[in-house]
């Protein structure tokens, strides 16, 4: 069976590319490379193209069975500051995918949402049926191409799977592949970039929430975790089980101070640190009820909290030096 992985040049995608050649699909990457990197994809036939181009999307997706679709925007402050961005490329682009695989013959889609369809619920474990208010931008994107979904399955037959996945971290144990964002926004390789010397510090977006330490608290999950889930959800599709939305998530939330004392944990260095302001819109706490996964692929988070921050450790001193080299990192 052969898969068409969009955005496979990108962190999460290319965890999932190299999962499913480990389940024997032959894998074809499909990436603009706007925030991807061809070293990510090495190894596989990449077909460097914009999910705009009709033409040449249609080409590929003749020649394979199903998608996954990772290419997005997701930072949300640039959605709030550029929402015409986002749903340019999220929602227009991600409709054209699914128009351009449904002419095509492809009718199984994986789909990459988030937990930010949820907004800042008061449920908290949060599930799959709570209220989804997303309350930026980027959510809203990401939901409007998740009710896309559900409304061509009923109409057109299309089957799918849409993962919304909470807070991915971490990096392949080879240390090949990994995380390089530009900025860098997010927790984990922010504390090992302090740590690194190559910020001067990490901020900590305030320390007064409602929370048993007063910093927030998220639900981080493995890249290789969630790569794993993605095959599963394919495997569920051929055997010709229903569609199905699913958050993907440990189930256990963990603080910004207990993030702080896992990367100290890890590498035995302290991590440089400021307190300032609290960030906007960062919900005090989002942490997911998985059970759904299990249910429905059999799936489980392997991979704890100090795996994330060991591996991202790891990729930092190997796969990630190679690519710092052919581009400028814009630090902060
Ligand atoms: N955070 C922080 N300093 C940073 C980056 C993040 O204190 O430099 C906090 C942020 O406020 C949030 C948590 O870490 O509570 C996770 O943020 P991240 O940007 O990694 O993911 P998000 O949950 O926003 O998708």
Redesign the pocket.
Known sequence: MSVLVIGGAGYIGSHAARALRRHGYQTVIYDNLSTGYPELAEGFELVVGEVADTAKLASVMKQVDSVMYFAANSL?PESVKNPRKYFTNNVICGLNMLHTAMDNGVGKVIFSSTCSVYGAPEESPIKEDTLKQPCNPYGVTKLTLEHALDAYEQAYGLHYVALRYF?AAGADESGEIGELHRPE????P?CLTAILGERKE?????DDYPTPDG??I?DYIHVNDLAEAHVLALKHLEKGKNSAAMNLATGRGSS?KE?IDAAEEVTGRKVPRRLVPR?AG?PPS?VADPARAEQVLGWKAQRSLNDMVKTAWNWMHTGRERLLKSVHVESH
Request: net charge neutral.
């Open positions: 949300v807070n926004t997010h927790l984990i922010a990490l901020e900590v977006f305030g910093t927030c998220r910004v993030v960030r960062d989002l």
